[in-house]
Each structure stands twice: as structure tokens, then as C-alpha cells.
């Protein structure tokens, strides 16, 4: 543990740079934690989308989701808009995984498929 001394002896407040992010301290308009991030989770991935249908959390409702796309997040947005589009429903892309409204899995892996992914229909 840190001594008190340590411990307040950092910088409290500052008006020089504005609004610095809390994980690496530089500026925000400095900050590269966010890119560090999706280099590791695209990093993380093993090549293989698994398609899933998900009803926990959603009062009921039926969600499918698509995890394991190797693409930066902004490709991701522009690929699921295009999936959306296909199973004419509405979703979302929530932290590298997109969701999309209804049961779609043989629409979703017919499509994916046609891509070049290597697909998998994960879950019962």
C-alpha cells in the first residue's frame, strides 16, 4: 500500500488541460485507451462467429445475437445495419456483439456465411 505521503501527493485539480480520462490520465483528446481496448478484444477472438438466440433480461422477448465478428467497432455498426436490413427488424451493437430483434439464426448464418465467416449456431 501507499504511503499518505504518496497517496496526496498527486495532482487534485487542474484547469490546463480540461477533462482528462480517469483510467490513463492524459487529455481526453490524448487518450488512446479506447483504441487499446479494441486492439485487445479484437485480439481476443478465435475466427469463429457464433450465432445465439437470448431471452434473459428481456422480459421474454427473443434476441439474436452475433459475437466473435473480427472487425473494428465501426465496421461492426455498418455490417449489422446491413443485417438488420436483411432480417427487415430493428437491433443494436453493444460492446463488440450485435443484437438483432427476433429469432434470425438461418437467415443470420446464410448471410454471414456468403460473407466468408466461419459460422457456428451456439446455444440449444
Known amino acids: 500500500m501507499a504511503s499518505l505521503r504518496d497517496q496526496l501527493g498527486g495532482l487534485v485539480y487542474s484547469t490546463e488541460h480540461g477533462k ?3 483510467t490513463c ?3 481526453l483528446d490524448d487518450c488512446h485507451c479506447d483504441d487499446l481496448s479494441e486492439q485487445q478484444r479484437l ?3 478465435d475466427g469463429v462467429v457464433r ?3 437470448e431471452t434473459s433480461g428481456r ?3 427473443g434476441v ?3 459475437s466473435g465478428i473480427p472487425l473494428p467497432s465501426e465496421e461492426l455498426k455498418t455490417l449489422a445495419k446491413t443485417l438488420k436490413k436483411r ?3 430493428g437491433g443494436a451493437v453493444k460492446e463488440g456483439v450485435i443484437e438483432i430483434q427476433g429469432d434470425h439464426r438461418d437467415t443470420l448464418r446464410q448471410e454471414l ?3 466468408g465467416y466461419q459460422v457456428k449456431l451456439a446455444g440449444g
Open 87 to 89: 432480417c427487415g427488424t
Open 20 to 22: 482528462t480520462c480517469p
Open 113 to 115: 456465411s456468403n460473407l
Open 64 to 66: 439474436t445475437t452475433i
Open 43 to 45: 485480439a481476443a477472438l
Open 25 to 27: 490520465r492524459e487529455p
Open 51 to 53: 450465432i445465439r438466440r
Open 59 to 61: 422480459k421474454g422477448k
